[in-house]
């Protein structure tokens, strides 16, 4: 299912960088955005650092008008109002279209969910790792369910981890890599982005006991079903869990081919040693270091088609609608 919590696309030029500049600046932050619908956010205090927010009760409080904020904000609340938004830095946002949305802010990692079975999808990742690059933040690749594997998911952590992608294979079943999975995230901000049912709700609840995350269990066809509506900060001592609605898409801001490439180092090599810049890498090229490749079995034939296709969707401007 498509992202639900009630911020809505907003226009912006296509711009390298960091998007996501906050409204109504302000240095007197008091509090920190839980959450935030209808103009509408829920707060905590910050603590005695002034910046992380304290286990204190959460607060409903409406914005003043013209300001909008996103989880993780620092904001200032004057007059029972909030007043302003501290300027913002790691940012996580998609492209919907032509249009920019705005996740989250202040984040440091982006975690990457997946699970076992249809929802082990490597354009998600890819594209996520792409996304993590170009906003500054670390990724971590959670491959979720693993105890309904028939050895397929454990083939593709082990390729992804000598591409040097981060991966963390789990479940929170059998508790497989849980303990590795709460030192990672044991500091700092982590979003957690995936599709519906992979088992972000179970794995909140895993590593934050007393979050009470509801979960779906499975519908008709055996899969997870959609249930977190609205992007929530999960706090525990000096680090957040932020939980996402699920995605249906997530298409790239501001990536150009390049970036593309950059994220696929194995593809990118034999490129590099392609003796036609304009090759398109079809079969029956002579020369063509790609096909060379393929055809000694040292490149994987679906990541160089999905390389090329994200290439071509930045390219052409086409992100945002619907491509994983």
């Known amino acids: ?9 907003t226009a912006a030029p296509r711009r390298r960088g960091r998007p996501g500049d906050a409204p109504a600046p302000t240095e007197r932050v008091t509090h920190v955005v839980m959450s935030y619908s209808r103009g509408f956010a829920w707060l ?15 607060e ?21 109002n909030v007043a302003g938004v501290l300027p913002r830095r790691g940012t996580l946002s998609r492209a919907v279209g032509p ?3 705005l996740l989250a802010a202040h984040v440091d990692r982006l975690v990457l969910v997946v699970a076992v079975g249809r929802s082990l999808r490597e354009g998600f990742v ?7 690059t170009l906003q500054g933040l670390a990724p971590l690749v959670v491959v979720n369910k693993m105890d309904v594997d028939d050895g397929d998911a454990a083939a593709q952590v082990t390729a992804w981890q000598a591409l040097g992608i981060p991966v963390q294979p789990t479940s929170v079943v059998r508790g497989d890599g849980m303990d ?18 992979v088992g972000k709700s179970t794995l909140i609840n895993a590593l934050r006991p007393g979050a009470n995350r509801r979960t779906g269990g499975l519908d008709w066809q055996g899969k997870g079903r959609h249930v977190t509506t609205m992007a ?4 525990d001592g000096n680090s957040l869990l932020v939980d996402l609605p699920g995605v249906r898409e997530l298409g790239l801001w501001g990536a150009t081919p390049e ?16 003796h036609f810049p304009d090759c398109s890498h079809d079969e029956g090229t002579a020369g063509c270091a790609v096909l060379e490749e393929l055809d000694a079995g040292r490149l994987d034939p679906g990541r160089v088609e999905l390389c090329l296709r994200m290439q071509q969707s930045v390219a052409l401007g086409l992100e945002g609608g619907g491509r994983l």
């Open 232 to 235: 929530e900060a999960i706090p």
């Open 44 to 58: 905590r205090a910050v603590g005695p650092d002034g910046f992380t927010p304290a286990l204190s009760a959460v």
């Open 126 to 132: 890819m594209r996520g790792l792409v996304s993590a």
């Open 60 to 80: 409903r409080v409406q914005c003043r008008p013209g300001v909008t904020c996103v989880v993780g904000d620092r904001v200032e609340v004057a007059g029972g």
């Open 259 to 274: 970036d593309i490439l950059d994220a696929f180092p194995d593809v990118k090599a034999a490129i590099t040693r392609c």
């Open 99 to 101: 249009q920019q949305q």
């Open 180 to 197: 590795a999975l709460r030192t990672a995230l044991a500091a700092g901000t982590s979003a957690l982005l995936g599709h519906s049912g």
């Open 1 to 9: 299912m498509p992202l639900t919590h009630d911020d809505e696309p």
